[in-house]
């Protein structure tokens, strides 16, 4: 997520618990180790497709056989025999195709050109061969599929990756002595370089709804609802009606599903925001003075008051904001924004009864133009300008200060509960330290048990730096997305009519990736922060915490559905030993069948089996040429001499014996002592 900070994934075995204990059983490696075991996984699945069309055409094989068989009446001199219906050579063929074609593809197409050959001899022959050419194919499509199967168990597009625990799990120590500068930049530094990286990933992942690479939160959409016509937060003080504010509500993000906190169902929480903005009235508010001594302007100058109730910060008294419109003091390079910030019981800030929140934090942000100037008017009416100088082709902003005011709520839920009406049980909104002490009010009350409450505890440390007051605080003129189109004093980009809706849309998309990083760090280990200021686990459940994140696309690594993986290996090894067992399992089980005639007839199909053999074949058409002296030949499956003797190959010219010299050869084997000479059918 930061581009400062480089994350370490978890490999080996662990639960998604998103998708419950069996779904989720995943197993991570990394991109290189992974490709090789998916390699495996692909070439496992080969030789297990190999053994299953070993066992297709085997039954297929001995089912056809045993069609054509019959047992006839014996006697008890003369055992009844088997009786085989003859056949076109075709039926043969097919056979033989059954028998040897390791490959169900080539025995497809050999099935294919069987058809073909036949046609001008038989009717019907694609017919005919048609149920072995469908078998084959649809045998090799669904292998086709089981491959593609094997690919879905490995998520590698966006997976899911459990991170590695740092060793310094931990939540950062951002309390600081405002009397102790170097201790109150660390905390800066810190709060800084980690809002800079989430607006980036704001800016990337959320704004514009994409998810590019890079983007490695579990949700990338948190808004759930964006009201442009929402309830003002402040009655009557919207500048355009009690209507016309803009709330952005997050809906309900899952401690698990959103913030990647892996946990059990029951151990999840559910966490809610709404910030609600508007562009505010000043008139009645805004009271142009004179300086006096010590007001911090020189004296005489003419100073814009604007009393939204008294800030400690503000040296002119009891005002929140004053600025000085002396021309000299407004010739500033750019925009400037300075706030106001208060919450119940917090703050520098009192506001004024009309600002004042009780169930929020309030933030007032005022924004100074200076002399920024604009090649076409604007309407927007945060950044209006309509005002055109004399003798100039330029306009500039309508006040010298506008003012947008802005409350954050918080609350936390728990996602199995319903109050009477049946609604989400919550803590109900609040500023965030409340809705943080209202925890408490439910952990106490046993509504949340214990590994739910030390979640949202992880969850409420992170929002008071969240809020719009740091987002902006932090970053201060380059917080606005028009600051970017700056140069000088000119803005070059002609701002539209909801620029002001715009920049808080910017701003809360901040915050919620400024909430995922620290929720990530939390585990990950604190970005560019000292060691010794990180508050490790005070507890076995926020320890557990350390080892339950996850990350999605996280480059490195690749993720594996462990029941995927145990599904393709242990059903790819029964039918790889069934397949490599299949003529054992047969030879054993003929012998057991109950009935004699049941006996005979697998016996007879047992043995076609064996002489449709390659080898063996190649054997018959040996001895059909009155070569070698071969011993147990039918009864093998590679048949052999009894000794090594040489062989003719077979000549293309070599007219074939006779049933005599083969009655004669056979004769002459069954008595080795006699000598009887065999033509030497290599002079042919």
């Not at 009844?80 to 039926?91: C, D, K, N, S, Y």
């Not at 021309?327 to 750019?334: D, K, V």
């Not at 106490?444 to 409420?460: F, G, H, P, V």
């Not at 083969?662 to 069954?670: D, L, M």
């Amino acid at each position: 997520m930061s581009s400062s900070f480089n994350y370490n994934g978890y490999i080996g075995f662990w639960v998604n618990w998103d998708k419950g204990r069996i779904l989720g059983s995943t197993l991570t490696l990394t991109s290189h180790n992974g490709a090789i075991f998916l390699a495996f996984l692909v070439v496992f699945v080969g030789f297990v497709a190999a053994q299953s069309w070993k066992i297709v055409r085997f039954l297929v094989h001995q089912h056809r056989l045993r069609r054509q068989l019959s047992v006839g009446e014996g006697s008890p001199k003369n055992p009844p025999q088997v009786a085989h219906e003859r056949q076109i050579a075709l039926f043969y063929q097919q056979q033989l195709v059954l028998r040897n074609e390791a490959s169900d593809q080539a025995a497809a197409w050999t099935f294919f050109r069987l058809a073909r050959f036949w046609s001008s001899r038989i009717d019907y022959t694609l017919a005919k061969s048609a149920p072995m050419l469908v078998l084959a194919t649809l045998h090799a499509a669904i292998w086709v599929a089981a491959a593609l199967f094997v690919s879905r168990v490995a998520d590698t597009s966006s997976p899911e990756i459990l991170l590695h625990s740092s060793n310094t799990c931990g939540y950062p120590n951002l309390n600081y002595d405002d009397s102790q500068l170097s201790q109150m930049l660390t905390v800066y530094r810190k709060v800084l370089s980690d809002m800079n990286d989430a607006w980036s990933y704001g800016e990337s992942c959320y704004v514009d709804y994409t998810v590019p690479t890079g983007c490695m939160m579990p949700d990338q959409e948190l808004y759930a609802l964006v009201s442009q016509n929402a309830t003002c937060p402040f009655p009557g003080l919207c500048m355009f009606g009690d209507t016309a504010a803009l709330e952005i509500d997050s809906g309900l993000i899952n401690s698990d599903l959103t913030l990647g906190i892996n946990a059990k169902p029951s151990n999840r929480v559910n966490y809610h925001r709404v910030t609600t903005c508007a562009p505010l009235n000043t008139t009645g508010y805004k009271i142009l003075v004179n300086s006096t001594q010590g007001s911090g302007y020189p004296v005489g100058n003419l100073v814009e008051d604007f009393d939204f109730g008294p800030d400690l910060n503000i040296e002119a008294g009891n005002v929140t904001f004053d600025y000085d419109t002396v021309p000299e003091n407004e010739w500033f390079e750019g925009y400037q924004m300075f706030l106001a910030h208060g919450a119940p019981g917090t703050g520098d800030w009192n506001p004024i009864p009309a600002l004042n929140r009780s169930d929020a934090e309030v933030t007032l942000v005022f924004l100074v133009a200076n002399s920024i100037s604009y090649l076409t008017p604007v309407d927007d009416p945060f950044f209006a300008a309509h005002y055109k100088p004399s003798n100039s082709t330029y306009y500039q902003s309508d006040n010298n200060v506008t003012v947008l005011g802005c409350i954050d709520q918080h609350e936390y839920c728990l996602p199995d509960e319903t109050d009477v009406q049946g609604n989400p049980f919550c803590t109900g909104l609040w500023a965030p330290y409340d809705a943080w002490t209202a925890i408490d009010f439910l952990y106490n009350n046993s509504y949340m048990n214990e590994a739910q409450y030390w979640t949202a505890q992880r969850i409420a440390a992170s929002t008071p730096w969240s809020d719009l007051y740091w987002v902006i605080g932090s970053r201060m003129s380059a917080a606005l997305n028009a600051s970017s189109s700056v140069i000088g004093t000119w803005q070059t980009s002609a701002l539209p009519n909801d620029q002001w809706q715009i920049e808080v849309e910017t701003w809360v998309a901040t915050a919620f990736a400024y909430l995922q990083q620290t929720i990530v760090q939390y585990a990950a280990g604190q970005n560019n922060y000292d060691p010794n200021l990180v508050i490790p686990p005070g507890n076995d459940y926020e320890q557990a915490m350390c080892g339950e994140q996850t990350l999605k696309s996280l480059t490195g690594y690749i993720s594996f559905s462990f029941l995927g993986v145990a599904l393709i290996i242990v059903v790819g090894s029964v039918i790889f030993i069934l397949g490599s067992a299949m003529e054992s399992i047969g030879n054993w089980r003929w012998p057991h069948l109950r009935h004699l005639d049941d006996r005979q007839i697998a016996q007879y199909c047992r043995k076609a089996w064996t002489l449709d053999n390659n080898f063996q074949l190649q054997r018959k058409a040996f001895e059909g040429q009155l070569q070698g002296n071969w011993e147990h030949g039918d009864e093998s499956t590679i048949p052999r001499t009894a000794t090594a003797e040489t062989l003719n190959y077979f000549h293309i010219d070599a007219p074939g014996p006779t049933f005599k010299e083969i009655k004669t050869a056979r004769h002459r084997n069954s008595h080795p002592v006699e000598e009887i000479p065999l033509p030497n059918y290599a002079e042919h």
